[in-house]
């Protein structure tokens, strides 16, 4: 192997881990369901530590339950649906619109997770991605927003910033 291969593969392997971005550690749930989301965060901002995580909950995902976490602050912030949704049987039109753990402090040589559990609708469409914007707090006010949706015919990885994206399935 010549020198300049071994040199850009290590290259490449120091570099990863700064293209790494937040993602959902189950990729793959079914309407009609409830999801236990699992957001992975890698890293802090170009350096700086995560002082603060804001998950975005899409429309169409109700019963919002997050997980405390130690040492974090937990915070939800609720508000209306577009509509009003079948919860086993009970209209729901209002509930969790955000969840933010702040207070805490994730080094960007660190990796942590923040869950939430939730029912993904029957409104949601099956077969298509569905995508849970975050928004990651430094110290030093650096903000890394995971909040690009792709166009169609576009990936997650055609983006800088691409939102964790959660596969929906048919229901069960």
Do not use: N
Not at 50 to 73: C, D, S, Y
Not at 114 to 134: E, G, Q, S, W
Not at 150 to 159: E, I, L, M, N, W
Request: a positive charge; glycine letters at 10%.
């Amino acid at each position: 192997m010549s020198i300049r291969i071994v040199l850009a593969t290590l290259a490449a392997l120091v570099a990863g881990p700064a293209f790494a971005h937040v993602t959902l550690e189950t990729q793959t749930a079914a309407v009609g369901s409830t999801y236990k989301a699992v957001a992975r965060v890698p890293h802090g901002c170009k350096g700086a530590a995560t002082i603060k995580v804001r998950v975005q909950i899409p429309e169409g995902v109700i019963a919002v339950k997050p997980m405390p976490k130690a040492g974090w602050t937990l915070e939800t912030v609720k508000g209306p649906y577009a509509k009003a949704y079948d919860y086993y049987g009970t209209p729901v039109s209002e509930g969790v619109r955000e969840v933010v753990w702040s207070g805490g402090r994730l080094l960007d040589e660190h990796y942590d997770e923040f869950v939430f559990r939730a029912f993904l609708t029957t409104d949601l469409k099956p077969d298509t991605t569905l995508h849970v914007p975050v928004v990651q707090e430094c110290e030093g006010g650096g903000v890394e927003r995971w909040i690009e949706i792709p166009a169609a015919g576009k990936s997650a990885d055609d983006y800088k910033f691409p939102a964790p994206g959660l596969k929906l399935t048919p229901k069960k």
